[in-house]
């Protein structure tokens, strides 16, 4: 089905279409068992796939979650091929059974998605993964499409990322629900501890998007399992307060008008 959504050919396009369509209306009926979709997106080398790799294989092992990763790899300008080596990045996690990990071309669209991923989020909720990871590819502070797409919006950062004028710069950070300063180990610690103070002197000066919630700072390393286990539960608190306000709900309708605006607008383009 995702290669259904995922084709440029009409007719398989049109069969996959229908088929989301089916899974929507279901969803909507249900109202229950929907999965939490969180979006994950930083600069090239920030060690992306290598946290989820980490988070990943906690929440299969430790939380009895059904994990899917939609990992977006970018396309060769000149060719338009991508390598699409998520799986490789994720050895223990493309072993396990309770995970699916789906590498994507990005194809040229711009927002370090695809224009296909919303389609893909739904039949991947769909198929009754409690988890959706979407993973784009290495973005700039102007590419935040994601997160008109999941509930929750995770910005990951390496240590040596600049100073606390780089996290004021408007974009990608006002966007964002919670930031992690990856790769906090080793001699990067001290980096890591002063990165972490930057992006959170940075956030104050920000203006407040919601009012049950403030984006917080972490530092994680991938190599540590118990960071899985901090992240998940500021992911679950999150959760917890934007359901219990209402927000969670209008924000997931919100999406499905952009998502819609944004199927009209693609279809205009391509004829």
């Not at 989020?121 to 102007?142: F, K, N, R």
Request: with cysteine; hydrophobic share 35%.
């Amino acid at each position: 089905a995702i290669t259904l959504v995922e084709s440029s050919h009409p007719g398989k396009r049109k069969r996959g279409q229908i088929v989301a369509s089916s899974i929507s209306r279901h969803l909507r009926r249900q109202q229950t068992g929907r999965s939490f979709r969180i979006g994950l997106t930083g600069p090239p080398g920030a060690g992306k796939s290598t946290f989820i790799e980490m988070f990943g294989s906690f929440l299969t092992s430790s939380r009895s979650q059904r994990l899917a990763v939609l990992a977006v790899d970018p396309s060769s300008s000149t060719t338009g091929g991508s390598l699409l080596g998520d799986r490789t990045r994720m050895p223990q996690l493309s072993r396990d059974p309770n995970a699916y990990i789906r590498p994507s071309p990005s194809s040229g669209a711009l927002g370090g998605v695809t224009r296909s991923t919303s389609e893909t989020i739904l039949l991947c909720e769909g198929a009754g993964y409690d988890v959706v990871l979407v993973e784009t590819v290495g973005v700039g502070q102007s590419e935040f499409i994601v997160s008109d797409m999941v509930d929750m919006f995770i910005l990951i950062v390496p240590p040596a990322s600049g100073d606390e004028l780089q996290g004021l710069k408007r974009g990608v950070i006002e966007l964002v629900d919670l930031v992690l300063v990856n790769k906090a180990d080793g001699d990067l610690l001290p980096a890591a501890r002063r990165m972490k103070a930057e992006y959170t002197s940075a956030l104050k000066l920000l203006r407040k998007r919601s009012s049950v919630w403030h984006p917080d700072v972490l530092m994680v390393s991938s190599l540590e399992s118990k960071y899985g286990d901090q992240v998940w539960k500021v992911a679950l608190d999150f959760k917890k307060k934007m359901e219990e306000s209402g927000k969670l709900f209008l924000k997931r309708s919100n999406q499905q008008n952009a998502c819609m605006w944004d199927y009209i607008k693609n279809e205009i383009m391509t004829r």
